[in-house]
């Protein structure tokens, strides 16, 4: 089975910064996108930023020029180096990644169990 685990989370001032961590494990052939999503209470899951495997990004309105993704291929992770935190940021983050199962095909859309981030003074 593939699983993703986040890390990073936590509680931080405005203006502050985090740094999310997401780690695919399992067996599997290779991975294809992966991104970051996030859910406020009564709201829908959205975007937040997204990666491609040749290193193409994606990014929402809302966090544009204040977040970063990144990814290690070798170490099948991903980033999301989070700056300028507003008040309007915290949510459950969750990763995802769409993981080629196996060389001749079947793909995988997979969810990590989310992280909390929390701004607030």
């Known amino acids: 089975q593939v699983q993703l685990v986040e890390s990073g989370g936590g509680l931080v001032q405005p203006g502050g910064s985090l740094r999310l961590s997401c780690a695919a494990s399992g067996s599997f052939f290779s991975i294809n996108s992966m991104g970051w999503y996030r859910q406020a209470p009564g709201k829908e899951r959205e975007l937040v930023a997204g990666?491609?495997?040749?290193?193409?990004?994606q990014y929402g309105d809302s966090v544009k020029g204040r977040f970063t993704i990144s990814r290690d291929n070798a170490k099948r992770m991903v980033y999301l180096q989070m700056n300028s935190l507003k008040p309007e940021d915290p949510a459950v983050y969750y990763c995802n990644a769409d993981i080629r199962r196996y060389s001749w095909g079947i793909r995988n859309d997979c969810w990590g169990q989310g992280t909390q981030v929390t701004v607030s003074s």
């Open positions: 990666i491609n495997s040749g290193g193409s990004t």
